[in-house]
């Protein structure tokens, strides 16, 4: 059974920035796609950034120049730092992780809240 532990979610500031770790364990097997989503109240979750195996990168609109994505292929793990940030990045922020031909795993949520 595979399971995905995030860490790195808090309260911070206006212009502030986090980290976001998420980290699989158990049989991982073939990982394509790895990537962030996030939910805020009353809304949708919406992609915020994804990057497959070989490295190609995608990002939401909203979080382009400001969010970076990264993955360690070996450890399994995947990274988002988060800069600049903004009250409306303030959501439960959701890892993915989506093998070839298999069902995507999910992790349970980190709480993320911009506010002064």
């Known amino acids: 059974q595979v399971k995905l532990v995030e860490s790195g979610g808090g309260l911070v500031q206006p212009g502030g920035s986090l980290r976001l770790s998420c980290a699989a364990s158990?049989?991982?097997?073939?990982?394509?796609?790895m990537g962030w989503y996030r939910q805020a109240p009353g809304k949708q979750r919406e992609l915020v950034a994804r990057?497959?195996?070989?490295?190609?990168?995608d990002y939401a609109d909203s979080v382009k120049d400001r969010f970076t994505i990264s993955r360690d292929n070996a450890k399994n793990a995947v990274t988002l730092q988060m800069n600049s940030l903004k009250p409306e990045d303030t959501a439960v922020y959701y890892c993915n992780m989506e093998p070839f031909g298999r069902d995507a795993y999910w992790g349970q949520g980190t709480q993320v809240t911009v506010s002064s």
């Open positions: 158990g049989s991982v097997f073939g990982i394509n796609a």
């Open positions: 990057i497959l195996s070989a490295g190609y990168t």
